[in-house]
């Protein structure tokens, strides 16, 4: 896969002192489509390659690029509206639902709060919802039309269903291929290796901090397409 | 006594509830019997010294320059304090030295500018410790909480981030949230004057000797400047903490409490 092409590429990435490196000399890329999952033990280094994808951190050494551009030359701001991220826990601001969406888009009015939620497997009901009172499947999706609020080309997933039960994971799980369907791409991190093989387009697997492995998941885990 | 002059034998027999208080230490295993000793020695020799000095800087042949030296002292010892009470916080020294300066001023222009207080070395003083002694708690209150709750709220701050929001907007309800905590005190004790506790000033006026309503006066002036002072160094102290916590690039740097996961 050439760079250009990339959805994100990262060159000699390092993160982390010399001898604490989180990411240790990360060279790989990432396909600009489809559905990639980012799997390894724990402490292998899965979030904090997300995190570098909208710049939430940022690498000690190497360079990391977003469809060609270096992150580092873009406008934060804008880099993370444009790649999205959907994190383990899902986390609401106080308010109702409608007002977690105005935290992404201040102009949302009802009408495209109801759209939001839909595309996030909600009825539009949860708009008046008290956010704080959702379980933690409808607080996820929340999070995700909260996400989605800032119409990303690129959405992160950093294990969004470790902390769900498995009906509330089948639903993030659909939704997300969905979005994929719709044409954004998806990362997905994941340690779970059964949700990897439903999953994956692509695979990524890291073991402290370096690939272990990479490519198409049907080269990689041995299987068909999805 | 006379005129609430307290001589050597009246100061020693103040030290009878010290006495009480070793007492209680000593009978419940407190251990606090040299903590309380040093406390009583430091007290007495730090502000017989100040006494000494500040009867130099009283004297009306003394150069107002003294006093103002002393105030300036005031302000640089008040930010070394706040430095060493939240090493957490980078550069706080400087965001201390600020913050007490503006409360100086702002605090001095109306003392002194609308001419509650007259500009002399017996007023400047005093009323520069008050302020700023006052005003440094409240500034260490804020930038301790704002580190715990950054540090603990790391998740929300960092969704918010996520959403493209600025560091501004991102940090907005933990730093209100902060400077309520840092400021109510200071208000509950203001509502609570007269009714709960007679402060400092007043008591010792009225025990000096003066008219008690002169007494209420000065009081009651000295802790607007308090309230206004306070309210000056938290918003300083609390905006150039905030600051300091995140990046030119809109991240939240690394905090001492931290649980952010790492996967």
């Known amino acids: 896969m050439s760079e250009a092409a990339a959805l994100f590429s990262f060159d000699s990435v390092s993160v982390g002192s010399a001898r604490a490196r989180r990411l240790d000399g990360l060279d790989v890329a990432l396909p600009d489509g489809g559905l990639t999952v980012v799997a390894g033990p724990s402490g292998s280094g899965k979030s904090t390659l997300l995190r570098l994808c909208n710049r939430l951190e940022v690498p000690s050494e190497g360079v990391v690029r977003h469809r060609g551009i270096d992150v580092a030359q873009r406008d934060p701001l804008e880099l993370r509206r444009e790649v999205a991220i959907v994190f383990q826990r899902p986390v609401t601001f106080p308010g109702t639902v409608l007002d977690n969406l105005r935290e992404a888009d201040a102009d949302c009015d009802e009408a495209r709060g109801g759209e939001l939620l839909e595309r996030a497997g909600l009825d539009v009901s949860f708009l008046r919802r008290d956010a704080g009172e959702l379980s933690g499947g409808e607080a996820q999706r929340a999070c995700l039309a909260r996400a989605l609020a800032t119409e990303p080309r690129v959405m992160l997933m950093d294990e969004p269903t470790s902390a769900l039960d498995v009906r509330a994971a089948g639903v993030l799980e659909r939704l997300a291929t969905q979005l994929v369907d719709d044409g954004t791409p998806v990362v997905w991190v994941t340690h779970s290796e059964e949700q990897m093989r439903r999953l994956a387009d692509h695979v990524l697997l890291l073991h402290a901090g370096r690939v272990d492995r990479s490519g198409p998941a049907g080269e990689v885990l041995g299987l068909g397409e999805r | ?263």
């Open chain 2, 1 to 263: 006594m006379e005129n609430g002059d307290v001589g050597p034998v009246g100061l020693a027999a103040s030290l009878v509830l010290v006495a009480v208080a070793l007492a209680i230490s000593v009978r419940l295993a407190l251990r606090l019997e040299r903590e309380l000793v040093v406390a009583v020695v430091r007290a007495l020799v730090q502000l017989l010294i100040v006494g000494a000095a500040l009867a130099i800087i009283i004297d009306p042949d003394t150069p107002l320059l003294w006093s103002w030296l002393w105030v300036a002292g005031i302000v640089v010892f008040a930010a070394a304090t706040n430095r060493r009470r939240a090493p957490a916080v980078p550069g706080l020294f400087w965001i201390a030295l600020a913050a007490n300066a503006a409360t100086a001023v702002s605090g001095f222009a109306v003392a002194f500018g609308l001419g509650i207080f007259p500009v002399e070395g017996r007023t400047l003083v005093p009323i520069a410790g008050m302020l700023i002694g006052n005003a440094m708690k409240s500034g260490i209150v804020v930038a301790e909480r704002l580190v715990e709750a950054l540090s603990d709220g790391r998740a929300e701050v960092e969704a918010r981030l996520a959403l493209g929001q600025p560091w501004t907007a991102a940090s907005r309800p933990i730093v209100r949230s902060a400077l309520r905590v840092a400021l109510s005190p200071l208000i509950e004790n203001t509502k609570a004057l007269g009714i709960v506790f007679l402060p400092g000033a007043m008591t010792g006026l009225i025990l000096a000797g003066v008219e008690p309503l002169d007494a209420v006066l000065v009081q009651l002036a000295l802790m607007y400047l308090i309230l206004g002072g306070a309210a000056t160094t938290t918003a300083v102290t609390a905006l150039g903490t905030v600051r300091r916590l995140f990046t030119d690039d809109h991240r939240l740097v690394a905090l001492p409490r931290s649980t952010r996961d790492v996967g």
